[in-house]
């Protein structure tokens, strides 16, 4: 059977189109809380794994060597749009630990934020692998090369220390021994687990019973406008969220999310990719949770024309209306 409608896009009165997708939601006991759609296919959770590929960086010892701050934290879980808060940051972190630009394996990469990227070709200036929306995990994985004292070339080499110890904490915390993996957009591997399985991971963070864990949701709530940036989904819903959660969007349609209050962790993938689908269905679980109050302006999107004029919605479907807090 095919994945359950997660999200409608509506025009005037008609549904004009809409996503298919899989949500899974875990207790930090265990136990999956809800489940919408084949849950139990793998999936690459693409930068969504962010917080779980941080988790080394604080356990080792790492962040306490170099003294990362929550700030270098969150950028460790981030997936920037390359504006001048967040390259700053990363580039000052890299000078720390003796690195530079040339030492990130992730590509170069126009700022996705337009005023910044404006202002670099206004200024004559071109991307480099600081604005990559990765190079903030890429620098976490430098850091927690210098502390393994691992060579810090091929850090992105699946068989290199710094991935071993993410597929352990991968491992760990869902359960799914010697995943799957293939090459991120950003040139490290990423691990495919199912998505119940993810979830479980996802909820031994929210419930903190892993140690690191207590800092990267202090991080990530802390500085929601680093995990991000302007005007992204991750900083509003973790602004609406009020300390309740701290999410993480990944590429080709996929969200977690954890709450720490009630030791939940949610994973969703919509079937064909959309981001947009990805945004509304997250911010309707988390809303279904009580995690975000009310009429967010998140849950339900205007859809509008050139003009501004709304003609229709974007909208959660009625599947996920039967989640209960």
């Known amino acids: 059977m095919p994945n359950p409608v997660l999200v409608e896009v509506t025009r005037a009165a008609l549904v004009e189109s ?3 997708g899989a949500v899974a939601v875990a207790h930090a006991g265990g136990e999956i809380r ?3 759609g084949d849950v139990e296919m793998p999936v690459y959770p693409r930068s969504s794994l962010k ?3 941080a988790l080394p960086l604080i356990e080792s010892g790492a962040a306490d060597a170099f003294e990362l701050s929550d700030e270098e934290v969150a950028l460790a879980c981030a997936s920037h749009s390359g504006e001048p808060m967040h390259v700053r940051r990363v580039e000052a972190w890299l000078d720390r630990i003796g690195c530079g630009e040339t ?3 992730c590509g170069r990469q126009a700022p996705r934020y337009e005023p910044a990227l404006e202002a670099m070709l206004r200024a004559g200036e071109k991307p480099t692998r600081l604005h990559n929306n990765c190079s903030g995990k890429h620098t976490g994985f430098l850091t927690l090369a210098k502390h393994l004292k691992a060579r810090a070339a091929g850090y992105v080499d699946v068989a290199h ?3 071993k110890a993410v597929v352990g904490c991968l491992t760990r915390l869902s359960g799914v021994a010697d995943p799957a993996w293939g090459v991120d957009g950003c040139a490290a591997p990423n691990f495919a687990v199912p998505l119940a399985a993810f979830a479980r991971a996802l909820a031994q963070i929210a419930g903190r019973r892993t140690p690191g864990a207590g800092r990267i949701l202090r991080s990530m709530i802390a500085h929601p406008e680093l995990v991000a940036g302007t005007g992204r989904s991750c900083t509003a819903l973790m602004r609406a969220a009020h300390g309740k959660a701290a999410v993480k ?3 080709e ?3 977690a999310a954890m709450l720490p209050e009630l030791g939940l962790g949610i994973a969703l993938k919509i079937d ?5 689908a990805a945004e509304t269905a997250i911010a309707a679980v988390l809303e279904r949770l009580g995690a975000i109050d009310g009429p967010s302006g998140l849950v339900r999107t205007p859809v509008t024309n050139t003009r501004g004029d709304t003609v229709g919605e974007r909208r959660p479907a009625e599947a996920l209306m039967e989640l209960r807090a």
Not at 272 to 276: I, K, M, S, V
């Open 103 to 105: 030492d990130l394996a």
């Open 18 to 20: 809409v996503h298919r």
């Open 51 to 53: 917080p779980i590929q």
């Open 272 to 276: 064909d990719g959309a981001a947009r």
């Open 34 to 36: 809800f489940a919408l």
């Open 161 to 163: 220390p710094v991935q």
């Open 249 to 251: 969007i990944g590429a």
């Open 253 to 255: 349609g996929v969200y």
